[in-house]
């Protein structure tokens, strides 16, 4: 019954490879996000979806592909990995309104070799 | 660009202590702003949220308050528990984006 879930929780790969991370919420909330956490801690918003529809697209190498085939998922595919992918990514979701708090997944640790 | 700044840093502080964790920021157009708690290994978990026509929001031990004009935010913890040892982060939520500060890591001491 987890709200956002992520998966996988944890991800070691090779340089080169491509890979993709899986978001789902049960919450039934319109919106929702990836963030990237680096080694300093510090969040950043990477993409926001509402509705399914793409409505921040922060300046992202295009590597990185989100895909949200419907509202309760976002999913994030990234090609060609490198070793500055390494971090957590987070994904996020709240319901339409301004006012509405942020549910998080509890990240991916993704590893570049 | 919003930029949201937190200090300090880190904290650490004896069991019991009440503390005061600040978060500024440079666009006041926000419609509110969230107090997050991070665990190690963990995601975030929202504490609480202050709407831009709000000053403040309690919860339990936590205060929080708003003052927009001068893009300000404090988080008030009373008598502080070991347990409350986490990170500590405030973001603003500007049009459909949330910008983080990068966190105080608190530690209470038993």
């Known amino acids: 019954d987890t709200a956002v879930s992520q998966t996988p929780k944890y991800l070691v790969t090779q340089m080169g490879n491509d890979k993709s991370i899986k978001c789902e919420q049960n919450?039934?909330?319109?919106?929702m996000y990836w963030y990237k956490q680096d080694s300093k801690k510090f969040l950043k918003i990477m993409f926001s979806?509402?509705?399914?529809?793409?409505?921040i697209n922060e300046t992202v190498p295009n590597r990185f592909s989100p895909k949200s085939p419907d509202k309760a998922h976002l999913n994030l595919h990234i090609n060609s990995l490198e070793l500055g992918d390494s971090a957590v990514y987070f994904c996020?979701?709240?319901?339409?309104?301004?006012?509405?708090?942020?549910?998080f997944g509890s990240g991916t640790q993704l590893s570049v070799l | 660009k919003q930029e949201v700044t937190q200090i300090p840093a880190a904290l650490s502080v004896p069991e019991g202590e009440n503390l005061v964790l600040n978060c500024s920021f440079t666009?006041?157009?926000?419609?509110?702003l969230q107090w997050f708690r991070q665990d190690p290994g963990k995601g975030l978990t929202s504490l609480l949220l202050?709407?831009?026509?709000?000053r403040e929001q309690t919860s339990g031990r936590l205060n929080a308050s708003l003052d927009k004009s001068s893009g300000r935010s404090t988080l008030y913890i009373a008598a502080s528990q070991p347990g409350d040892s986490a990170t500590y982060l405030c973001a603003v939520l500007s049009g459909s984006r949330l910008t983080f500060g990068e966190g105080t890591q608190l530690t209470v001491n038993p």
């Open positions: 919450l039934g909330h319109d919106t």
């Open positions: 996020a979701s709240r319901p339409q309104g301004h006012n509405e708090k942020l549910f």
């Open positions: 202050i709407q831009s026509s709000q």
């Open positions: 979806y509402n509705n399914k529809e793409l409505i």
């Open positions: 666009d006041s157009a926000i419609y509110n």
